[in-house]
């Protein structure tokens, strides 16, 4: 796409995927291969469709963390992620939404298992930033408040 930052692997999360940040977590039977990564995530907050750089700056309300949990065996059936990443109820989101001006440009991303650092990073070493991620999506489908 002209213009636009177009990551190679997209792949949706359901609202049915979808918990509380404290909510208990049941790992499917059908995989052995559970894996997790700590993420940023942009939240919409108003409509956009075709958005340029301003349009998705403009319409992103803020950011929360997600614990994105993916079946690998099943994300790897096929080139295709969506079967992988998106079980039921397997994807603590927040708890916490913070605004555009309210998160540092180096805040750090990490995931602590039993007082243990498993994951840390900062938004800094994004590959795409949020707004090139509402710019991309927007072109293909219309984002609405609370995306």
Same mark, same amino acid.
């Given at each position: 796409m002209?213009?636009? =930052? %177009?990551? %190679?692997?997209?792949?949706a999360?359901?609202?049915? =995927?979808l ?5 208990a977590?049941?790992?499917?039977p059908?995989?052995?291969a ?8 942009? &939240? ?6 075709r958005?340029d ?6 319409a992103?309300?803020?950011? *929360?963390?997600? @614990? !994105?949990?993916t079946?690998r065996?099943? #994300? ?6 969506? #079967?992988?990443?998106?079980?039921? =109820? %397997? ?7 913070? %605004?555009?001006?309210?998160?540092? =440009?180096?805040?750090? &991303?990490?995931? *602590? &298992? !039993?007082d243990?650092?498993? #994951?840390?990073?900062t ?5 795409f930033?949020a707004?090139?991620?509402? *710019?991309?999506?927007? *072109?293909? &489908?219309?984002? @609405?408040?609370?995306?």
């Open positions: 002209q213009g636009v =930052a %177009t990551p %190679t692997v997209q792949f999360k359901f609202p049915e =995927a918990i509380g940040p404290h909510d977590l049941t790992l499917p059908e995989s052995d559970v894996d997790w990564e700590a993420e940023l995530v942009v &939240i919409v907050g108003r409509s956009v469709r958005a750089r301003a349009e998705a700056e403009a992103s309300a803020g950011y *929360t963390v997600l @614990n !994105d949990v079946l065996d099943w #994300q790897h059936r096929t080139r295709e992620w969506l #079967q992988g990443r998106t079980w039921e =109820a %397997t994807t603590p989101l927040g708890p916490v939404l913070v %605004t555009p001006d309210e998160l540092p =440009a180096d805040a750090e &991303i990490s995931c *602590t &298992i !039993d243990k650092v498993a #994951q840390k990073s938004i800094s070493d994004l590959l930033d707004a090139d991620l509402v *710019t991309c999506v927007s *072109t293909v &489908i219309t984002l @609405n408040p609370g995306t």
